[in-house]
């Protein structure tokens, strides 16, 4: 449980307030500047309706504007993740812990490949395989994957959430595998970003377990084979592009 709650720490990085910023200033002859979005302007009837971004709402004629000025917005610390409609790629080296509470616990290391579309700043779709290595066991896993990614906001700094689904087929370790992780992506360029999370993956696998027992004045061993769900809790540093 220390573990866990010690992966889970670093996503207080994730916490993100959203300001709203005005579109528009608009100058009156009287020397007042009104900041806001303009919702209404009408020549004909002499007004022009401006909302500001407490909720409030002006109205003007428009005889007594004296120019209206396009407010350029900063990308600032925000600036938007980047994300939008393009091939993407992401790379996460994992380590994963394993689970006292599971049947059968054991670390691995390791890492995935995602490859796929991203359909906006939100939403990305795509296929991946991994590789992961079993300290104790010296078995390796190869699963593959479709990977389902969420990202929150569109800001330079934004949570998300990341699901990956599919097999493993090598004959250590066959069977199903799922990973579901939260974490927090940082935006250090164009289209280039670094991520941290952590999560809890499952891989299903035929385990060999042997027995020692005594009997008849000697010992003897014996072997049985048992399905089980190898847990585990991971911390990843993932890059994407």
Not at 39 to 66: A, C, W
Request: with cysteine; glycine share 10%.
């Amino acid at each position: 449980m220390k573990k866990v709650l010690f992966l889970l720490s670093f996503l207080a990085c994730c916490i993100s307030i959203y300001a709203q910023k005005s579109n528009e200033r608009v100058y009156l002859k009287n020397g007042s500047i009104i900041n806001g979005t303009i919702i209404e302007q009408n020549h004909v009837e002499d007004l022009i309706k401006i909302q500001t971004s407490d909720g409030s709402l002006f109205v003007y004629k428009m005889s007594d504007v004296d120019h209206i000025q396009a407010i350029e917005k900063s990308e600032g610390f925000r600036g938007g993740n980047g994300l939008h409609s393009k091939f993407r790629v992401i790379i996460e080296p994992t380590y994963v812990f394993g689970v006292e509470e599971s049947d059968y616990k054991e670390d691995r290391v390791g890492g995935t490949v995602s490859m796929g579309y991203q359909f906006n700043p939100y939403i990305y779709l795509g296929v991946g395989a991994g590789g992961f290595h079993y300290l104790d066991s010296e078995v390796t896993s190869l699963p593959v994957f479709l990977n389902f990614r969420a990202d929150f906001i569109n800001a330079k700094i934004n949570p998300f959430v990341d699901a990956k689904g599919g097999y493993s087929p090598l004959k250590d370790v066959e069977g199903a595998y799922a990973s579901v992780s939260l974490g927090c992506r940082f935006r250090l360029g164009k289209s280039f970003g670094l991520s941290l999370s952590t999560g809890t993956e499952i891989q299903s696998a035929e385990i060999t377990y042997k027995y020692r027992s005594y009997y008849n004045g000697s010992y003897h061993t014996s072997r049985s084979k048992k399905r089980t769900d190898i847990w585990g809790v991971f911390a990843k540093i993932g890059i994407d592009f």
